[in-house]
């Protein structure tokens, strides 16, 4: 669409402009987060949603118990939930600072930071004239190391909570470097608070606490999905610990990642904070190879005398593509692992309604329940035009029928009717076996680490 003709059209439209915008600009920038992972349509892991964000929710206690409290540092820790942030700051090990910066009337300063083995922490305030949200929210949008590629999640949205100057915020990341320096700068720029964009730039200073590395070299393979996760160490923090590993990919698998459960020698599932965080990626004859990172908050010392790693690798998968005009049935499976999709008929009723019978991994459920694979179906078995079968749009309107619940049977009903250029030539099924994949990862053998041999 011409620009002319969009601002006509956008003028016709009787909607708030100030909440179009927002929208446009919050998904922007979360374009600009899942540009990095755009292979992997969405993992539903518990863990992944432990980002560098940190706290995403948002807790409304009323306003002025918020401000009385939030000022405190250990309150600060307790409000955006990080535990490590917590320890450390009861025994004094955090490390006050005051550097701002300001744009346009809105200062930020950073007040306090810490560097516990592979974690680093800073909160910061913020103050000035800033339109927050309707919920109380007030987002901003920063990036670290200049928010390049090769560093995990170099740019992010942080959310704030108000204060009695202001707001506070809070962010706790991996370190994104394979070695961990004694004392370092730890570049940081914000790009937009609330509404207004600018460049808040800052060199953080932070320090290592103490902490012990010990050499690990114990490693889990899967020959069919042709990955290898190789253990190389553990750090020992004064409040967290985090597992080095080196995963091994074929180049087809460029964006597959890893997932680590890890259980003590009671078997109780330990917690983990942050998972899959890619440190180092380069190509090494046919194969990618990742240097990563997972984070336990807590320090492990005299709470277990092992831990029980169970790595998993969510693989990467293209899209695949059923014409419409195909003989079925067409049998779909992902390059790398026994996941299914089976095609059984392709139906045009009256050039109003295309209606395609399909069932999913052979009913199979693989231990998700049935709505896991009813949402795959309703969004990732997607009639699209052909030469545009690449390119995420809109899905053509269509419902969703269950036809046996047990046997993972549905109908999908696509309304054709306002296609005007439909015909069974140039529009095809497209399979989005990468929601499968990544949400369905490939299990490698189970690795135990005594850490009775890591020394205090």
């Keep these: ?71 405190l540092l250990g309150n600060v820790y307790t409000t955006f939930n990080d535990t490590i942030g917590r320890s450390l700051e009861s025994k004094s090990l955090i490390t006050e600072l005051n550097k701002s910066a300001s744009f346009n009337g809105i200062d930020v300063s950073i007040t306090n930071a810490y560097y516990d083995g592979g974690v680093v922490g800073v909160t910061f305030n913020v103050k000035g004239n800033m339109k927050v949200e309707k919920n109380g929210k007030l987002v901003g949008f920063y990036q670290i190391f200049d928010g ?9 949205l942080v959310y704030m909570e108000p204060s009695e100057n202001g707001y506070v915020g809070h962010i706790q990341l991996s370190y994104p470097q394979t070695q961990l320096p004694s004392n370092t700068t730890f570049p940081l720029e914000f790009n937009r608070i609330g509404e207004q964009e600018g460049s808040w730039k800052f060199d953080v200073p932070i320090k290592q606490l103490p902490y012990v590395i010990k050499k690990v070299d114990k490693e889990s393979i899967q020959d069919i999905a042709g990955v290898k996760v190789h253990f190389d160490s553990v750090i020992k923090g004064k409040a967290s610990t985090a597992i080095n590993y080196t995963a091994t990919f074929p180049v087809e698998g460029r964006n597959d990642q890893v997932r680590l459960e890890i259980y003590d020698d009671k078997g109780k599932k330990i917690n983990i904070s942050k998972d899959g ?19 336990i908050p807590e320090s492990l010392d005299g709470k277990t005398s092992y831990i029980e790693v169970h790595p998993k690798v969510a693989l990467s998968e293209r899209s695949q593509f059923v014409g419409l005009n195909e003989p079925m049935p067409v049998n779909i499976k992902a390059s790398r692992q026994d996941l299914f999709v089976q095609i059984d008929k392709i139906s045009v009723n009256n050039n109003k309604n295309l209606r395609v019978d399909f069932q999913v991994n052979k009913g199979v459920k693989k231990d998700w329940n049935f709505e896991f694979f009813k949402d795959f179906a309703r969004t990732d078995v997607i009639l699209v035009k052909k030469t545009e079968k690449d390119i995420y749009k809109e899905p053509i309107n269509h419902s969703l029928e269950t036809v046996n619940k047990d046997g993972l049977r549905f109908r999908s009903t696509f309304d054709i009717s306002k296609l005007n250029d439909f015909s069974l030539n140039n529009y ?3 399979v989005n076996m990468g929601s499968l994949s ?10 135990r680490i005594d850490l009775n041999e890591l020394p205090n």
């Design 438 to 447: 990544s949400n369905i990862p490939v299990e490698l053998d189970d690795v």
């Design 148 to 156: 390049k590629d090769d560093k995990s999640d170099s740019k992010e």
């Design 428 to 430: 095809v099924i497209r």
């Design 1 to 71: 669409m011409e620009k002319k003709s969009f601002q006509e059209a956008f003028e016709m439209i009787n909607v708030p402009k100030e909440d179009v915008i927002n929208a446009i600009r919050n998904g922007r920038d979360r374009a600009y987060l899942n540009e990095r992972k755009k292979s992997i349509k969405k993992i539903l892991w518990s863990t992944a949603a432990a980002t560098i964000l940190v706290s995403s929710s948002f807790i409304s206690p009323s306003l002025s118990k918020v401000m009385a409290e939030v000022p």
């Design 277 to 295: 965080i890619d440190l180092e990626t380069f190509k090494l004859n046919d194969k990618i190879v990742v240097k990563g990172r997972s984070i």
